[in-house]
């Protein structure tokens, strides 16, 4: 006997439904379902019942929600029958006496399901009533049908010659994925045979299938998933990227749940550039059905109840639309602030009609991230790589979007940011872009609760860009301003970069990003935190001068 517990009086029924046609197509039995509701029989009750309770309310007369309406039953028995196990007829050796079980006594072995919804199967108990009857059976010192080692059988299903007990289909799942990832890519290539919906031309696509039971679970999924994967990153023809979305959605419509990380690598898989013929995959340039597909993700997340616009997230999708010179690993999603690796000279080789839809579909991204309320300010590396990311594809309006998402969240932007922001645009050697910035931020600067001082590194990217702009330094004009503050921080120490004053400003960072993470809801209380850490931060900077006149 087994027994299930459906999640409502629908999936009971569709699921007792199913079975019967599974048993009778598959294995020839002929199965009795007591208390079953067949397809049109469901229908039409539903639509009764609808009917009548529309009727009832018209007329104001109360709707009983307890009454008997001959729909919730919440429990239908699935007599598979006999299973031929030893032709060797009915018993007549005297052991039915008190037999309590489901037709006659014979040697082969009945299977009987038993499917309850959650609250019928409490109110039941059929395992209490059937261990009672168990024991009774124990101290009389009658048998039941067959053997003493039958009266408890384990659920089985034979496949490809093997036994697999329903703990280690999993293990052999496993077992089989591995095995495949050992082989060349050739070899690999072979064994998927012709492509996702190709079940049993290989040896190894036969035994993965068979060791699949007929109702999935939870890991079952995730291993057909991690298949479909395997064959995108090979680059088999027959696995596309809309069909592991489409294996994602059975997944969804089977009931097994769908966890974070789950739709975090179908995403990966997604925005990943198929391997090419010598096996390099990596991430790449994104067109707009793979972008389409990567936004369904999203929006499966977010009806899950996951934060589907994640930092990581974010990074992965501006990072597909407009790649690198080198593919990004998962290490490179997070550089620190002022790494060279950051810093290299903007400039992008992607032709015409690329270049604008990548800018097309970066200002997509942006909007979601700029216009949702709810979603919080990302840290300063991850802006500062999604400036890199812009500036790379010559992308200003959307370089400076990025930058101003923290005044949008009214938070402060800290000083590494800034930095960056002056030291690309000084990359480029433009004189205009970088006349603009100077123009546009160095004042709001000023402005940042705390202020952020021309110093250190945004000193140093300050006078990169005033390089560009004013040839002649010693000549009266609109830059003296700037030239003499840095003058004065030059003559305090303030603007010598040496590792004391780095760590110092890589740990401000930090602490507020974590500030940023903890800030109060309410426009007040974002307010107070702010002012504290301007009183806090003004302090540490004291110390740090100190150090460093000290240690000059």
Request: proline letters at 5%; one cysteine or more; glycine letters at 8%.
């Amino acid at each position: 006997m087994v027994i299930g517990t459906a999640r409502s009086e629908r999936h009971l029924h569709v699921s007792a439904d199913r079975f019967c046609r599974w048993l009778r197509s598959n294995y020839k039995l002929s199965p009795v379902a007591d208390g079953l509701l067949g397809r049109n029989e469901l229908k039409l009750k539903l639509r009764r019942k609808a009917r009548k309770a529309r009727l009832l309310g018209s007329v104001g007369a109360p709707v009983d929600a307890n009454a008997d309406d001959g729909i919730r039953t919440g429990w239908v028995c699935v007599n598979v029958g006999a299973v031929p196990h030893a032709a060797q007829g009915e018993l007549d050796d005297g052991s039915a006496v008190g037999f309590v079980g489901f037709g006659r006594l014979t040697q082969d072995v009945r299977l009987v399901v038993q499917m309850v919804t959650e609250e019928k199967r409490e109110e039941i108990d059929l395992e209490g009533l059937w261990a009672g009857a168990l024991n009774r059976k124990a101290k009389q010192g009658t048998r039941g049908p067959g053997d003493g080692d039958r009266n408890l059988q384990i659920a089985a299903v034979e496949a490809d010659g093997d036994v697999y007990l329903d703990q280690n289909r999993t293990r052999a799942l496993k077992s089989h994925l591995q095995d495949l990832k050992a082989r060349a890519r050739a070899s690999a290539m072979e064994m998927l045979g012709t492509g996702g919906d190709d079940y049993s031309s290989t040896n190894f696509l036969f035994r993965f299938y068979q060791a699949i039971p007929p109702f999935p679970t939870h890991e079952h999924w995730l291993c057909r998933l991690e298949l479909y994967r395997y064959g995108l990153e090979l680059g088999h023809p027959g696995y596309a990227k809309d069909g592991l979305l489409g294996l994602l959605d059975e997944m969804q419509l089977s009931g097994a749940g769908v966890p974070e990380s789950t739709f975090n690598d179908v995403l990966v898989a997604i925005l990943k550039r198929p391997a090419d013929s010598s096996g390099v995959s990596g991430l790449g340039s994104l067109g707009r059905a793979d972008f389409a597909l990567a936004v369904s993700v999203l929006e499966a997340m977010r009806r899950y109840g996951f934060e589907a616009m994640t930092e990581d997230n974010i990074i992965r999708l501006h990072t597909a639309i407009a790649p690198l010179e080198s593919p990004l690993g998962d290490s490179d999603l997070m550089p620190p602030p002022g790494s060279p690796s950051d810093r290299s000279r903007p400039g992008t080789s992607l032709p015409p009609e690329m270049l604008e839809r990548t800018r097309e579909l970066q200002a997509r991204v942006n909007r979601a991230l700029i216009s949702d309320s709810d979603l919080p300010c990302p840290s300063t590396p991850t802006l500062i790589k999604l400036m890199s990311l812009h500036a790379r594809t010559e992308n200003w309006p959307g370089f400076y979007d990025i930058f101003s998402v923290p005044a949008r969240s009214m938070l402060p932007r800290q000083s590494a940011l800034y930095a960056h922001m002056f030291e690309t645009v000084a990359g480029t050697k433009h004189e205009g872009r970088c006349a603009d910035a100077l123009r546009t931020w160095a004042p709001e600067m000023e402005r940042e609760v705390p202020e952020v001082e021309l110093e250190g590194p945004v000193a140093h990217a300050v006078e990169l860009c005033l390089k560009v702009v004013d040839k002649t330094p010693d000549a009266e004009n609109e830059w003296n301003r700037l030239r003499q503050k840095i003058a004065r921080a030059r003559v305090e120490g303030r603007t010598l970069r040496n590792d004391d004053f780095l760590a110092h400003q890589q740990r401000d960072h930090v602490e507020l990003d974590e500030e940023r993470r903890l800030a109060p809801e309410d426009l007040f209380g974002r307010e107070q935190a702010l002012f504290e850490y301007q009183a806090e931060g003004r302090a540490r900077e004291e110390d740090a001068r100190h150090q460093v006149r000290v240690g000059a």
